[in-house]
């Protein structure tokens, strides 16, 4: 037996310009922080069929793919939270790199854990989405019952009764979910997409 | 105002298959599993391109990119790997989901970590590839020197010296990383995923 396989045992890697070339669109995480049912997942999910209909390759990270997944053994006191956003925040540097764009829809309540996230992901890869509605629409809308039991006190620490939201200083984008329509809200998103050539196709 | 926004907040979601069909292939993980020195890295590297080349949408999780973000809160000991084992299995979970082809290269030692990756992605998702090298092919290649580190004793749990590595029973591909060239096992993975349909072009 030759042992070669020093010398061929070598390899090159394949970077994210050449996969975002084959995708013809830039990778990037959107990102999405608000109250609880100030409609974040609902508008994650219209952002990305839009996308999916230009033929942009994306995916939406919400509390159904990564509460019960990958933060399954964290639960809802500040440090946890925090652990949690930082968590997402890797996976979507790890998603932006292979040339995704990431949409994540979670409260996210802590500037600093989003700063963190915005520090990690590096400006320009990360777009903070301020979907801005006021508590009483929010608590109005209650679709699961949230509110309801945070109220009662039945739920603690939840964001907005017995916990704080620290709204964005500086977002790239705010939408008005608690007033204008789905569409008004995806435009906005998207336009921002286009204006910064994320979309640009490359093909 | 008209609250209509009951009405209007509604949204369908993207799923796996839509994605598939985007991409013209199907989501997967191909989980690389052996001693350190086995060549995982290296094979993950020229598995991708090739995959790339053929225009399909891959990404590589290894120690550069995991063990340094997600799981840098991460050690050696038995049940640090197995938490940073179900953490990438959560991640190449999602990605899958996203449709790449995931290519995990971790030395994975227990095979009931890596089982329990297996149940999680399911059967047909999960692709164990054992990278079959002896310990002495890789002591003798130790192109990090963790090797010589661990027979010193500087480095402790290191696996094939001081922590056990279990060998998979019955994995999906089996691979001589000791013995053959790079690309007589790149081919035999990527012959696999094209018996299995995985590279089927749904475009």
Known sequence: MIQNHNIRWQHGIVNRAQREQLNGHHGCVVWLTGL?????????????????????????????????????????????????????????KLMTDAGLIVISAFISPFRSDRDGVRKLLGEGDFIEVYCDAPLDVCEGRDVKGLYQKARSGELSEF??????????????????????????????VLNYLRDKNKLLSTR
């Open 36 to 92: 609880s049912g100030a409609g974040k997942s609902t508008l994650a999910h219209c952002v990305e069929e839009r996308l999916v209909a230009d033929r942009c390759h994306t995916y939406v990270l919400d509390g159904d793919n990564v509460r019960h997944g990958l933060c399954h053994d964290l639960g809802f006191t500040p440090e946890d939270r925090c652990e949690n956003i930082r968590r997402i925040g890797e996976v979507g």
């Open 159 to 188: 964001t907005g009764i017995s916990s704080p939201y620290e709204a964005p200083l500086n977002p790239e984008v705010v939408v008005h979910t608690g007033r204008d329509g789905l569409d008004v809200c995806a435009d906005k």
